[in-house]
């Protein structure tokens, strides 16, 4: 149950210890989760959420580079939860991954799973959460991975570092709002607020006095590590009169990169440098959406918190209030992303995979499903809205996960026909598309990739039903994004484009609203894998695909065996 700076403290001094159970394995830190639900309160109404350690946002996981932390999560609450470390690689070890009957079973009410946390080159800010049904919502918190001991950061030392967790608040309990969703076969309820860290800010109701509030020195410089722990909005942030400067992005360093504002979106982690050098006052941070799909209903609320200087003796009456570009700004939006670009220097090169052996287009769809089981459902004309990847809308296998599936060779779990290319090819981006390629079909299918492939995929969104952007997670691995744009992917004109000298190296990527992204990995971490859009609706409806990379020859090339104590379906 530690947190915040006591635990890491006393984290430096256990510096590897033996651990006192599974074959005397060597881990850094041990942290213990229970997870529980306790009563909070905003938007003037108390409702039970689920935390973990009764902390919302939760607890803060630290590391050094390259450590190896146990994490004892134990269920206290009354549904089935299952914790994933988004960002991280777990080399050879999708064990302790998370995502429900795909890497696990879910842990039951009333047991543990003591989960390995195996990082490698992850450094800068990544984060934990639930993986389970909509759990994700209250159920997340920050990790914070230091270079290693004797080097430092590629940028003067920040006067402090602040985790900003940005969040979406339901006043009606998330499990309802989830069951809406499937028995409805709509669009989600939208949220009512959105939340810096834990909180909505003074432009709702009931929220004035608990508004997080950042007190910063004259002069000073300061890290701010931002998630977008968003269940459905990509959003824009930014901070009245102050510059961000860009300097991480999913556990990775970047060049720097300043603006008057950012775009970050659900899955995503920013570290952003600011400098406190305007007059001493207070001033707003503010998020809200930006939500390009016509049509589709958002959260259309802001968010807010209060800079604060310390030596703010007379402030003006109100703070001024920042710049945020309009919910369906695009341009704006991908100015900002495309102009992210990794560190690559000497001392952080990277590695673009440049001879390719595995070439895969996806497509990735909103869709829609004549209206199951039966009846009318709120989807459009009345059918039930679904997702797709690749005209296929995978479905969670009941029975057993697929990595044990995989591991123990149990048929019938999953098929092995992912395609490569989209089964049919028209105008994807078209203003109008015929009714009959809107419904794709059910299938648990995964995709095969050889150890050490050189795989580039290209991500490619379609106008079916509602064309909107689409934030694609890999677990596993980062990727390199070396191409993206508007319209339709055209290999021979864009591949000419591709950055293949300082591409940012992400984990989660915004794939533009009717355009495509091209990303690059080598296929050097043997285990089961999902891919999937983050925002959390289309996961459900299915936007989703599993990579199983196999097991290569020789020493460290293989997965590692399971745990003794993985949940048991
Ligand atoms: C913010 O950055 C822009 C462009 O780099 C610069 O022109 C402007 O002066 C900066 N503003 C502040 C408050 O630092
Ligand atoms: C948006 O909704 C309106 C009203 O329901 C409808 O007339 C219009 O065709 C829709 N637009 C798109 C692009 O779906
Ligand atoms: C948010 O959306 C609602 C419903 O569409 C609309 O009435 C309201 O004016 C919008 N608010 C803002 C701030 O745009
Ligand atoms: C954004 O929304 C506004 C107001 O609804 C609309 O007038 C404008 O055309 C939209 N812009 C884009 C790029 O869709
Ligand atoms: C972003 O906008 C600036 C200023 O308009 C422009 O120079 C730059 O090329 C744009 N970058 C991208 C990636 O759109
Ligand atoms: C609506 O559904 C009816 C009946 O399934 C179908 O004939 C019609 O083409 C659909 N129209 C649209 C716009 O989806
Ligand atoms: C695809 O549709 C878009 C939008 O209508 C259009 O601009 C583009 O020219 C079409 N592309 C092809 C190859 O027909
Ligand atoms: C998806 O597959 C279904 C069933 O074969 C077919 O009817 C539909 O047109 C396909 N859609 C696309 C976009 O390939
Ligand atoms: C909880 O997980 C167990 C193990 O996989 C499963 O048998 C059970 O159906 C799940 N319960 C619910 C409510 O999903
Ligand atoms: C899709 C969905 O969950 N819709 C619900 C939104 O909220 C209203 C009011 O609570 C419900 O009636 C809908 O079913
Ligand atoms: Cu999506």
């Known amino acids: 149950m ?242 961000l400067t860009v300097v991480g992005a999913d556990g990775s360093y970047t060049k720097q990169l300043t603006n008057n504002y950012i775009v970050i979106s659900p899955g995503q982690t920013l570290d952003c440098l600011f400098h406190a050098n305007q007059k001493p006052d207070h001033y707003y941070m503010a998020a809200r959406a930006y939500s390009s799909g016509v049509n589709v209903s958002f959260d259309n609320t802001t968010t807010t918190a209060i800079l604060h200087y310390s030596d703010c003796y007379a402030t003006s009456s109100s703070p001024s209030f920042p710049y945020l570009p309009y919910y369906n700004d695009t341009t704006s939006a991908f100015n900002f992303t495309g102009r992210l670009r990794s560190l690559a220097n000497e001392d952080h090169p990277i590695s673009v995979p440049l001879y390719l052996t595995k070439r895969l287009i996806s497509t990735i769809s909103v869709n829609s499903f004549p209206c199951y089981p039966n009846g009318t459902c709120q989807g459009p004309n009345g059918t039930r809205l679904s997702a797709s990847m690749n005209n296929i809308s995978f479905v969670n296998p009941q029975r057993l996960d697929v990595l044990q599936a995989y591991y123990y060779h149990v048929h019938g779990v999953y098929g092995k026909r992912f395609p490569s290319f989209p089964p049919f090819v028209f105008n994807f981006t078209a203003d109008y598309l015929p009714l009959n390629l809107q419904t794709p079909i059910h299938g648990t299918e995964v995709k095969f990739l050889k150890y050490n492939s050189m795989v580039e995929m290209i991500l490619q969104g379609t106008n079916l039903v509602a064309g909107i952007d689409h934030p694609m997670h890999l677990h596993g691995y980062s990727f390199y994004v070396v191409g993206w744009g508007f319209g339709n992917f055209d290999k021979h004109k864009d591949t000419l484009n591709f950055n293949l000298v300082d591409p940012p190296f992400l984990n989660t990527v915004m794939v533009p609203r009717n355009g495509w992204t091209a990303i690059r990995f080598k296929a050097n971490n043997p285990g089961v894998w999902f891919m999937h859009c983050h925002f959390e609706r289309h996961l459900t409806w299915g936007m989703d695909t599993v990579f199983i990379v196999k097991d290569g020859k020789g020493p460290g090339a293989s997965m590692l065996p399971p745990p003794p104590d993985m949940p048991p379906c």
């Open 2 to 243: 530690w947190s915040g700076k006591k635990a890491f403290s006393f984290y430096v001094m256990v510096f590897i210890t033996i651990g006192d159970f599974v074959n005397c394995e060597a881990w850094n830190y041990r942290y213990k989760f229970f997870v529980k639900e306790s009563p909070y309160t905003r938007l003037c109404k108390t409702k039970k959420i689920l935390t973990v350690n009764g902390q919302f946002p939760g607890p803060t996981l630290y590391a050094h580079k390259g450590d190896t932390i146990i994490v004892d999560v134990h269920n206290k609450a009354k549904q089935n939860i299952t914790l994933h470390w988004h960002g991280v690689k777990q080399q050879r070890y999708p064990w302790s991954d998370g995502p429900a009957y795909v890497t696990q079973c879910p842990i039951k009410p009333g047991h543990k799973f003591s989960q390995k946390v195996i990082f490698s080159a992850e450094e800068g800010t990544l984060w934990w959460h639930a993986h389970s049904t909509w759990s994700r919502a209250t159920v997340h918190g920050a990790i914070i991975i230091y270079p290693k001991t004797g080097t430092s950061y590629p940028f003067p030392k920040p006067h402090a570092e602040v985790p900003i967790i940005l969040g979406e608040w339901w006043k009606k309990d998330v499990r309802k709002v989830y069951e809406g969703l499937l028995a409805t076969g709509g669009e989600p309820n939208v949220s009512d607020a959105f939340t810096i860290n834990g909180q909505p800010g003074l432009l709702y109701p009931c929220s004035k006095r608990e508004t997080y509030k950042l007190k910063v020195v004259y002069g000073k410089t300061y890290l701010l590590r931002l998630v977008n722990a968003a269940m459905n909005e990509v959003l824009f942030f930014s901070i009245a009169k102050h510059n």
